[in-house]
């Protein structure tokens, strides 16, 4: 068997690959060697330990979805944009349900990758909050509103969560329709 040329691009790769097929699977250094068809020691060229790979297929990941959320903000402001950011969000989620959770890893400071991705995520956010004219603090604490209600919804979405018979678009399209009239009236309730 021929020995396979390793990277730590397609180390990652190998990793996020296994992150989609086990969703929600433990991912483990032996997997990602075994996938590309080499020993496990050979893999500590590319990354330091598990924790490592795990960071970097987070910084990945979280590249992807920045990438997704940005493009579908582009040129629309206010309630387009907020329909757009939290659709574009729950797309990747249920598109990527496996890689999705390591979306939400705080991006370790010492990785300019990681940091950059997870600064472009929460710069669509805000970009999609300025035709609130929301800036400064307050763009933060509605960042984080906007991030839970998704991410909840998406979440247990994507694991079962919703097993009553009424459609879950509508409820979706509620939620997002909930979230627009509370930053509407965000300066009122943080007043």
């Given at each position: 068997?021929?020995?396979?040329?390793l990277?730590?691009?397609?180390?990652?790769?190998?990793?996020?690959?296994?992150?989609?097929?086990?969703r929600?699977?433990?991912?483990?250094?032996?997997?990602?060697?075994?996938?590309?068809g080499?020993?496990?020691?050979?893999?500590?060229?590319?990354?330091?330990?598990?924790?490592?790979?795990?960071?970097?297929?987070?910084?990945?990941?979280?590249?992807?979805?920045?990438?997704?959320?940005?493009?579908?903000?582009?040129?629309?402001?206010?309630?387009?944009?907020?329909?757009?950011?939290?659709?574009?969000?729950?797309?990747?989620?249920?598109a990527?349900?496996?890689?999705y959770?390591?979306?939400?890893?705080?991006?370790?400071?010492d990785?300019?990758?990681?940091?950059?991705?997870?600064?472009?995520?929460?710069q669509?956010?805000?970009?999609?909050?300025?035709?609130?004219?929301?800036r400064?603090?307050?763009?933060i604490?509605?960042?984080?509103?906007?991030?839970?209600?998704?991410?909840?919804?998406v979440?247990?979405?994507?694991?079962?969560?919703?097993?009553?018979?009424?459609?879950?678009?509508?409820?979706?399209?509620?939620?997002?329709?909930a979230?627009?009239?509370?930053?509407?009236?965000?300066?009122?309730?943080?007043?």
């Open positions: 068997m021929a020995r396979a040329r990277s730590t691009a397609s180390v990652v790769n190998a990793a996020v690959e296994l992150v989609d097929e086990r929600g699977g433990v991912l483990t250094l032996a997997a990602v060697a075994s996938r590309t080499v020993a496990t020691p050979s893999l500590y060229k590319h990354v330091r330990n598990l924790e490592a790979l795990q960071q970097k297929v987070s910084a990945f990941v979280t590249a992807e979805l920045a990438h997704a959320l940005s493009t579908a903000i582009a040129g629309r402001s206010g309630q387009e944009a907020l329909q757009f950011l939290a659709r574009a969000y729950r797309e990747y989620a249920l990527h349900p496996g890689r959770p390591l979306t939400q890893r705080v991006p370790d400071p990785d300019p990758v990681h940091v950059a991705a997870g600064e472009q995520a929460v669509a956010v805000f970009a999609a909050l300025r035709g609130y004219g929301l400064g603090d307050e763009a604490h509605a960042t984080r509103v906007v991030r839970s209600a998704v991410h909840g919804f979440s247990l979405e994507v694991d079962g969560g919703f097993g009553l018979p009424q459609d879950v678009e509508g409820s979706f399209e509620r939620l997002v329709s979230l627009h009239v509370s930053l509407s009236s965000w300066e009122e309730v943080a007043g």
